[in-house]
């Protein structure tokens, strides 16, 4: 009679842990959360708007030059963004590495179609709750300085990745609303945001696919 083999040479063979990236929600969740989020805020700054007495399409108009000075707004922050990631000096190390590691794995999947409309979305929504409204609220409340200035700090805080991160969304906030302040046209910061959006998302993507042969010292 075979004697059953000893417990201790029994091995179980456990299942591989799962692979970080499979843990991520599926490419469709993100593209529709992302879209309906940053959508989301337009009809959300109609009501705050209406509530604080600053709606924020009164300052909309569809200028086809209004449209083209965005675009070339969008210029400089893609030269920092590109700069940035290119020689990240100190803290920014850390951004980079979370643009690398936490957004262009959500949004690796993506087609050219889709990233537009995650930038379009943000461009409009977030561009009509802080310029249209908050800054314009805040200024009439606090001053044109001021109203700048506090608009520029929530617009950071609310994106709250790092604290580097926050001053750099607050230095992306404060140009956008330099820009609205001078311009007068919502449009415009709208075309900047989404133009800048778009352009970092598709280098982060296109970073991914064509990584470079070894990292700088």
Not at 22 to 33: C, G, Q
Not at 83 to 109: I, S
């Amino acid at each position: 009679m075979v004697e059953p083999a000893d417990k201790q040479d029994i091995v179980m063979v456990e299942d591989p842990p799962e692979d970080s990236e499979d843990e991520l929600p599926s490419h469709a969740v993100v593209i529709i959360f992302a879209v309906f989020f940053e959508a989301g805020l337009a009809p959300f700054s109609l009501i705050l708007g209406w509530l604080f007495g600053h709606p924020p399409l009164i300052g909309f108009a569809w200028r086809s030059a209004d449209a083209e000075w965005g675009m070339v707004a969008a210029i400089p922050l893609v030269i920092l963004f590109l700069g940035m990631l290119r020689w990240p000096v100190g803290p920014l190390r850390a951004v980079r590495e979370f643009c690398e590691q936490e957004v262009v794995p959500l949004f690796r999947d993506s087609n050219w179609s889709e990233l537009a409309l995650i930038s379009l979305s943000a461009g409009v929504g977030e561009e009509m709750l802080f310029r249209g409204v908050l800054q314009a609220t805040l200024s009439d409340w606090v001053g044109m300085a001021w109203g700048l200035a506090l608009a520029s700090i929530l617009f950071g805080v609310l994106h709250p990745i790092s604290f580097t991160y926050i001053l750099i969304a607050g230095f992306l906030g404060f140009y956008l609303g330099v820009i609205w302040y001078f311009n007068g046209n919502l449009l415009t910061v709208m075309v900047t945001h989404a133009v800048y959006d778009f352009i970092a998302l598709g280098y982060l993507i296109k970073r991914l696919d064509h990584p470079p042969e070894a990292e700088d010292a």
